[in-house]
DNA sequence: TTGTAGGCGTTATCAC
DNA sequence: GTGATAACGCCTACAA
């Protein structure tokens, strides 16, 4: 049924490490019997068994990816930023999705090593101390990105965005607009992430003189639900805030949601800021002012850093560290200045 | 370095086959040995070989998911679906993607075959005849979801929402608000899905006996920009539509967007409905009447479809065929029956 | 230039 | 119960 090099061998009338020689382009090997012998495969419909190949070479030409959900946009893009250089470097890509529950994530990893792949990108978790044994115990390096670590792992790199600064750089934007009300409504429980971000947006207080309050911090969910209840707590406050930070982008366009049907109009009564500039984030209405983390940068840039580490790359191992990128704020039409009433249903805000 | 069947035999004082026998659960080795070369196994760190595996099994466990991007949201939701459903069974999913470019695409293809996968979904593709040679080359079953074909292939069964139908419920839905000028954005050129979407258009259009006027039909890309772009050249007509079908909800909202831009008002000026329903739709502002795909149903179904034809599921091979599924009208925000001057910016429309 | 033989890590079929 | 032994499909010394 399935042809090998052995069948092939058998018409080509030679033996079958000929064949295999003739068909990685050997040199040594009869010049006319070699264009014999691929065009013969082409015929028999030839295609090498990887798995046998990968066997004997001890490479499988794989990388394996890691990510809680895909549905999220923003891991969506640096999974397509990923599957992009793989492919450009010849490797190719399993993919493994976790729901964010460590059991899954687990058995994710135990699945990426029987598979033996070459390398590992895991994207938005948070790796544990007993994740992270099972990253080391593959034997492979691993890139986590936007990842927190509890433990340093010997092969395990990492590519974050500087949350704290992202963070600071948000909550500054709203206060220079005059805003001295400023809430944060925060991401998924104990995200790293999470903790950053707050710090910035504490630093951000701080740095205008304006103390910290706790009820100003509101539990999220990084999805868009968890925006929507923010921004009722929020609302019942007796002091309600002016200006809001959220945890993320999904957050943020919930409290636009919420405050649409709410009557409260955005920015005039309230300005809102998000973090990660997904695609939809200037296609909301209004637009909204975020934090735009280089998404697909640090897809490829993981790709490439793995492979640096496997030696495939030109680059160098030791060249190899940690990385921090900046984000940048982007400024659009969910923040205005405070007091900044203009006409409702106003006009161009793009 | 790594630990084999080979190196636990060594330490464990019995032969390489005990130890695979004890490590699959046989019931015939002793159960005292047993769990000794079980515990063992826990403690080198033992992890099977996947490869060395499924080459003498002759199956990989293993999906390939073929599809355009991920950054489209709804592709990304299919193939969350098809992960988890996938995960369910055991089988874990090799990702490629091709940007819609039929080269990579039959690379992608390639590659899968090399790999051995057992199966094969293919997402949102055009499978032109040359392709489908490939796909029947695979030996192995092939779904396509939502992917038009030129030529039956003998393992190829499909899944595809009734692109037809659901362009009439769309266009009917105008209609009956009142609309009599109703145009129709197409999605990228010489797609299927876009044809039939527009033979629902012309079907509605038909049975009210309103004359089909092809200027009303302008061309759009399947992206937001695509509907920026149809929204300038549709409001330059002699006499503009009052109701817009658009070939996907991303095309939708750069109609939205550009109507904002321009000042026009939604649905009091003009109405909009798109296709797909992704996450976002219900989301912007105002929220997006659309058709509904039963997104991640397909995606299930698509896994579920492969692993009987691979005899794996308890469903017979013989129940396989091909799917059709209905979209529904999910009514929001964006469609209002015609001349209903509500009150700009309007309360609460969710 | 080509063929032979061994091995990659499994599972499976025999004997013992 | 257990241990040789032969596959699976490929690559690669080593020999010829």
Known sequence: MRVSIKDIAKVAGVSHSTVSRALSGSPLVNAETKSRIQSLAREMGYSPDAQARSLVMGRTLTLGV??????????????QAIEDTAHEYGYSVVLASSSAESEREIAAVEMLHSKRVDGVIVTSSRVGALYQQYLDRLGVPVVLINSHREEQGPYTFSITVDNRHGGYLATRHLLDLGHDCVAYVTGPANHSDDLERMKGYCQALTEVGIEFQPELVVPGTGRVEGGEIAFSRLMDLKH?????????????????RAARVSGLSIPEELSIVGFDDIPFASYVNPPLTTIAQPISQMGWQAVKMVLALIGESSEETRWVSNVIVQGRLIVRGSSGARGDKKILSGGISS
Chains 1, 2 share one sequence.
């Open 66 to 79: 890691v990510v809680t959900r895909l549905t999220d946009p923003f891991i969506a893009e640096i999974v």
């Open 240 to 256: 309600p805030p002016t200006g809001v930070f959220c945890y993320n982008d999904m957050t943020a366009i919930g409290l636009l």
